[in-house]
């Protein structure tokens, strides 16, 4: 796949909207451009910032964004139908990253024509009568959209073209990239420290920007920076510079600013708060629910204001296609027709339903996610709330009548459990001879059962279980298949309540003095104790009440480490796109993921094999994209020195 790269320093944004007056929604209408006149109108203003919630779409939900940030982690690796764009994330020789690779240039092609609408409708928004909160919803676009950028490349440019931080008219092709601290010190900090200032408890739109959105990326943002100026696995960082805080704090002055802000947003949630049950946070008829402060909006009642078809999906953004990814084609899965002998029959077809979807089968979860991040499948209710581990038959949405016949030919009728992958490894043995005629995939069977098995260490990169918490959701299916085919119409999550929890946890690990009541381990025990009750079964697709919360705080360690954050930060926000992130922020990327387990790409591999992964120090920085190198005009060493080391 090649993809057009063009200069980033633009002064129109190409996409953009408008606010209507009394609207509770953001009221989409699509201009050619944006111009300086039309920033110096309200009208303007507003459609501005209305654009700035579209630019979302082009990033989150954009599924080889997604593989940049889950790919090559202990999340996910490539899978039996990936490209190189899939492979050269994953470290483990079969690709590498460089500055062509598309998957790493996401953010910086999709961020700075945001950042010069935020700032020009900040320049632009008192000439106008904007208030504080309108315009506050820009600085945190600016912040937010600095700080992934800062997270991703190190430091970058704050001088589009008309000085730092200005609004910029004329497309220029030379540009210089300031340090990381003056990134967080001149554009995120102030930036957020103002959105969280003025923005308002509840937002102005639905979706809108608030006061704990703002507060979260605060916390996050100070948390980061006090890692980066600590840097205790001597990560390199670029462009170079001392780790020294031009304001003059040290690391630990960041963290004690990480927890305060985050507990601070803890106590005053405004309309804010954990979901009952971690079932609730991802249930597709629950979604927007007020855990979550950000998300990149979908809908399936219009085409326009999804941003992509409602029938077919383009595999491109702005749909929100990332579930795509890590959906295995379950459509191989084989039934018979009759019980005398096999007759092979697509016994699970593709549907528009949280549990299919369209299978992409590009990445795929490691063995050790099964086996060691959700070892616990009883109590934690999150490892049922994340995975598709039952695959049910819906041959008669598609037309066919009568039952079929699956495992050990015994018959199975439509909503039956057609196949399954197992919790844990069975103390029977699994008999996979014959398995790929007969259920066609390579999957088992086990005595008496009507479904076919699948244990942990048969998971490959052929098949493994599907995303549940991203999974499609519509209501217009009307009793069929639906539109399985089409890009999510669900909104794709970026941010959520439960992570001050961590944010705060994380804060207090690394020293900040916490408050009574909110130690690291009592915080990350009430988002535990959350994950321990249950009201649905998913995947045996029937009621259960249970409370397993005393377990659940009970086997939390005394001492709460690091590590441990991140594993309960995989329980918690599996598949979301967060693992990148937070494995390059706290330096244990290479820990953590240098090595995994996982079946082969054919049918008859139910044995793992370990691969190891080559992760070095200059990969905790993506390369700047080479087309944005090699449309400036500047002298090729200057470009040289442009690009991040080692790329």
Not at 167 to 180: A, E, I, K, L, Q
Not at 509 to 532: T, Y
Not at 597 to 603: E, F, L, R, Y
Request: charged share 20%; with cysteine.
């Amino acid at each position: 796949m090649k993809h057009i790269q063009l200069p980033i320093f633009l002064s129109i944004l190409l996409v953009s909207a408008v606010v209507t007056g009394c609207s509770k929604i953001l009221d989409e209408q699509p201009r050619s451009s944006f111009t300086p006149e039309y920033f110096k109108t309200e009208k303007g203003v507003q459609g501005g910032i209305t654009a700035l919630y579209a630019h979302l779409r082009w990033i989150y939900g954009q599924a080889y964004y997604y593989n940049a940030c889950l790919t090559g982690t202990d999340e996910a690796t490539w899978a039996q139908s990936a490209d190189g764009n899939f492979k050269d994330m994953d470290m483990s020789g079969v690709g590498n990253v460089t500055s062509t690779s598309f998957p790493t240039s996401i953010v910086w092609d999709n961020t700075f024509a945001s950042i010069n609408t935020a700032s020009g409708i900040i320049e632009n928004a008192s000439s106008v009568g904007l208030s504080d909160a309108l315009i506050a919803e820009a600085q945190f676009f600016r912040a937010f959209d600095y700080f992934l950028l800062v997270q991703t490349y190190g430091g970058v440019p704050l001088d589009l073209g008309s000085g730092i931080l200005k609004f910029n008219t004329n497309p220029v092709r030379v540009s210089v990239r300031n340090t990381v601290p003056e990134v967080y010190t001149q554009a995120v900090f102030p930036d957020l420290k103002a959105a969280a200032e003025n923005l308002p408890d509840a937002g102005r739109v639905k979706g809108g920007a608030t006061k704990t959105l703002a507060r979260l990326y605060l916390a996050k943002a100070y948390l980061t920076y006090g890692w980066w100026l600590q840097n205790p696995k001597n990560i390199p960082t670029y462009p170079e510079t001392d780790r020294v805080d031009p304001d003059g704090h040290d690391a630990q002055w960041y963290f004690q600013q990480a927890y305060d802000v985050a507990v601070a947003a803890i106590d005053n949630p405004g309309p804010f708060a954990l979901q009952a049950t971690y079932y609730d946070v991802h249930l597709g008829s629950n979604d927007r629910n007020n855990e979550i402060l950000l998300y990149a909006d979908h809908t399936e009642t219009s085409e326009l204001y999804n941003g992509g078809s409602l029938t077919y999906g383009s595999g491109g953004a702005p749909d929100n296609f990332a579930v795509w990814m890590m959906t295995w084609n379950y459509t191989n899965i084989r039934s018979s027709s009759n019980s005398g002998s096999w007759a092979a029959v697509s016994s699970v077809q593709r549907e528009a339903a949280p549990a299919f979807g369209r299978p992409w089968t590009r990445m795929a979860p490691p063995i050790g996610v099964f086996t060691n991040t959700f070892a616990d499948k009883i109590n934690d209710s999150r490892y049922d709330g994340t995975f598709v581990t039952t695959y049910r038959g819906n041959w008669d949405k598609a037309g066919m009548s009568g039952p079929l016949y699956n495992a050990n030919y015994i018959q199975v009728n439509p909503g039956d459990a057609i196949l399954t992958f197992l919790d844990n490894e069975p103390t029977a043995t699994i008999d996979y001879s014959n398995a790929v005629y007969k259920s066609n995939i390579g999957a088992g069977v086990l005595p008496g059962r009507a479904d076919f098995v699948i244990a942990p260490s048969g998971i490959s990169r052929l098949r493994y279980p599907g995303l549940w918490k991203l999974g499609t959701y519509r209501t217009d299916n009307n009793g069929g298949l639906g539109q399985p085919n089409a890009g999510s119409t669900r909104p794709f999550n970026i941010a959520k309540f439960s992570e001050l929890y961590f944010v705060a946890a994380e804060a207090a690990v690394k020293g900040a003095v916490s408050k009574p009541g909110k130690s690291a381990g009592e915080l990350i025990n009430i988002i535990r104790a959350r994950a321990g009750k249950w009201r649905f079964d998913n995947n045996g697709n029937k009621a259960k009440v249970a409370d397993n919360s005393a377990a659940m705080i009970a086997a939390t360690p005394e001492v709460i480490n690091i590590n441990y954050i991140l594993a309960e930060r995989s329980r918690e926000y599996y598949g979301e796109g967060y693992r990148w992130y937070d494995l390059v922020r706290t330096q244990e990327w290479a820990n953590l993921s240098g090595v995994y387990g996982i079946g082969g790409v054919d049918a008859t591999d139910h044995t793992p094999v370990n691969i190891t992964r080559t992760i070095q120090p200059f990969h905790y920085l993506r390369p700047i994209p080479q087309g944005q190198i090699d449309g400036m005009e500047m002298a090729e060493a200057e470009k040289v020195k442009y690009q991040n080391p080692g790329y």
